[in-house]
């Protein structure tokens, strides 16, 4: 597995967005019902939308969050196959931050509990990307 950076590229390769995002001080991260780990709120970009309204609509399925302020990253990338390339092929998304303000009461998809963490999690979904872009973000913010 290989995750790449870049400032930018041809807006048709972004397939992904994912939001790195905190809220009263606190990382966000959310449980997935299938699965005993930890996640970034993210996801896959849908037809005709644009990379930014992925990300507003992923933080918001996947966190419930009602009132935010999101900025761009970087574009990233990830070569090799796992859960969502099946290929291995380089993939680029769109790397996020998220301060999430408030929540709605309660969650309608697939995420079964969003928890806030004083330190970043262990138990990742994806331990040889996720950690990468929080390390990403942190450099680049000094967040």
């Known amino acids: 597995m290989e995750v790449k950076f870049y400032e930018n590229i041809s807006d048709r390769l972004l397939k992904f967005a994912v939001i790195i995002s905190k809220s009263k001080g606190k990382w966000v991260f959310c449980k997935h019902k299938e699965r005993d780990t930890y996640e970034i709120p993210g996801g896959h970009r849908e037809e005709n939308e644009t990379i930014l309204n992925t990300a507003k609509r992923e933080l918001s399925e996947e966190t419930g969050a ?34 999430i303000k408030e929540f709605a009461k309660e969650l309608h998809s697939e995420i079964e509990r969003v928890e806030l963490f004083d330190e970043l999690p262990t138990n990742w979904t994806y331990p040889q990307i996720q950690p990468l872009l929080i390390e990403e973000y942190q450099r680049r913010t000094d967040g």
């Not at 859960?83 to 996020?96: A, D, P, Q, T």
């Open 66 to 99: 009602i009132d935010f302020d999101i900025e761009k990253i970087c574009v990233y990338s990830v070569t090799g196959k796992n859960r969502v390339n099946e290929s291995g092929e380089e993939m680029f998304g769109m790397l996020y931050f998220a301060e």
